[in-house]
């Protein structure tokens, strides 16, 4: 009898972690394990803030697959996907095809813009290696530029952040500690440049503790980023965002827009037919697709209700990891012919976001944090997230360690 072919796609968070625990559980006797990724490097997706402020080179958010698997037991395509056709048991790829007997959707999200014009032709988005190099580039650009036109147009120091979640007080906290240094590098006045978010909730931070909300505005607003709560991005151009409040509009003239105020699935999971809300598939509680008991869909791509509010958790690398584990145990126990595989239960062990290099604000462990105290206990996760996946080896290479 041949041996289960298991096909998993997409090496982020999610992925790596179902096949470096899938290694260790099965022989290369009992199943034929190949794993699919755009790229042949994996990358910290809750890293690329900074690589997309420049305040840490990409090459530190992202490592070789190879450095990770074990490639007597996975086969590595690095390839795009462009369909699954889960009446064939087939994945379209752009240079190929693979028949799978058990698959696993690991892919990862894709930005959500809500249809705001412009946004996808104007704006930039922190979603991967190449659009973080491009947003350090492009705001490098701005200031090198402004200083060699004879007219000058102080609009193209000004940098619009659309979102004041997660990603977008992430990425501003780099940023107030990027543009002083970038100031001194091209000669520029920093009173010149403004960084400006534009959030359409009521709060930053929706959601999140009021205390540790306040403590984040207040120390980003301590290094000059401007907000505009309760303030929609109507439309983004080229020269800028228009933006509504309580019927009146006004426009910012901006020479960078980043978008960070939202993801869906990706597109790959409704391009292939899967019932989904945003791209997000409701997956059951042992994590396959509805109506599939072939295909495990974890991470971005997938939908999990939180009981206690009756309302999706949000997608995090924290809960893609913790599919992953669950995800390869399940897989394991189809392989061996079982029937009954593991329900997944978050663990949800707290969130810390990061405010630039030595601040942030989280509830970790239980307990409210600010300050080098939160930022140790960020770093810490992120650590902890690399030994996951690769072991001490790979913290020592990638790792955290410059604390205060
Ligand atoms: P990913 O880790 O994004 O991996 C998807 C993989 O699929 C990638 O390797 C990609 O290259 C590959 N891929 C995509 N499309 C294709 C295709 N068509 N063909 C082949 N390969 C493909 N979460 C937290 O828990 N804590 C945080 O502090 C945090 N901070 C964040 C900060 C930022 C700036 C961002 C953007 C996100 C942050 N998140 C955080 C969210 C977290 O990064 C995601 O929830 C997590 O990455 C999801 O994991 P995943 O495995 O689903 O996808």
Aim: glycine share 10%; aromatic share 8%.
């Amino acid at each position: 009898m041949r041996n289960p072919k298991v096909v998993i796609l997409g090496a982020g968070y999610g992925g790596l972690m179902t096949v470096t625990r899938l290694q260790k559980m099965v022989s290369v006797n009992e199943a034929d394990i190949t794993l699919v990724n755009k790229h042949d490097y994996h990358y910290e997706t809750t890293w690329l803030h900074e690589a997309s402020a420049g305040t840490l080179h990409h090459d530190r958010c992202r490592y070789p697959i190879k450095d990770v698997i074990d490639t007597n037991k996975v086969n590595f395509v690095q390839d795009s996907v462009k369909l699954i056709k889960t009446d064939e048991k087939k994945v379209i790829l752009e240079n190929g095809e693979l028949n799978y007997d058990y698959l696993v959707v690991a892919l990862g999200a894709h930005p959500e813009t809500f249809g705001i014009q412009g946004l996808k032709e104007y704006a930039f988005t922190i979603s991967n290696i190449n659009s973080a190099r491009q947003i350090r580039e492009h705001i490098e650009y701005q200031f090198a530029t402004y200083n060699t036109e004879e007219e000058k147009d102080d609009t193209r120091l000004t940098i619009v952040v659309g979102g004041a979640g997660f990603t977008g007080i992430e990425f501003l906290g780099e940023l107030a500690n990027r543009v002083p240094e970038l100031c001194r590098e091209y000669d520029i006045d920093p009173k010149k440049v403004r960084i400006i978010c534009v959030e359409a909730a009521p709060t930053a931070l929706p959601g999140f503790d009021p205390e540790l909300v306040e403590y984040a505005v207040n120390q980003l607003q301590r290094k000059g980023v401007e907000f505009r709560i309760g303030t929609a991005i109507k439309e983004c151009t080229e020269q800028g965002i228009i933006v509504g409040k309580d019927d009146q509009t006004e426009e910012i003239k901006a020479g960078t827009v980043i978008w960070a105020a939202g993801v869906r699935g990706n597109s790959v999971i409704e391009e292939s037919g899967f019932e989904a809300m945003r791209g997000r598939v409701k997956v059951e509680k042992d994590l396959r697709a509805p109506g599939h008991d072939d295909v495990f869909i974890i991470g971005d791509c997938s939908l999990i209700i939180n009981e206690e509010i009756n309302r999706p958790y949000p997608p995090t690398a924290q809960i893609a990891m913790q599919q992953g584990e669950v995800c390869a145990r399940n897989l394991a126990a189809l392989i061996r012919g079982k029937k009954e595989l593991e329900p997944f239960k978050p663990d949800i062990k707290g969130t810390v976001a990061s405010l630039g290099e030595d601040d942030a604000v989280g509830i970790a462990l239980g307990k409210k944090m600010v300050g080098t105290k939160a930022s140790f206990m960020k770093k810490m996760i992120d650590n902890r997230a690399l030994y996951m996946v690769g072991g001490a080896g790979l913290v020592l290479k990638k790792g955290k360690f410059k604390f205060f």
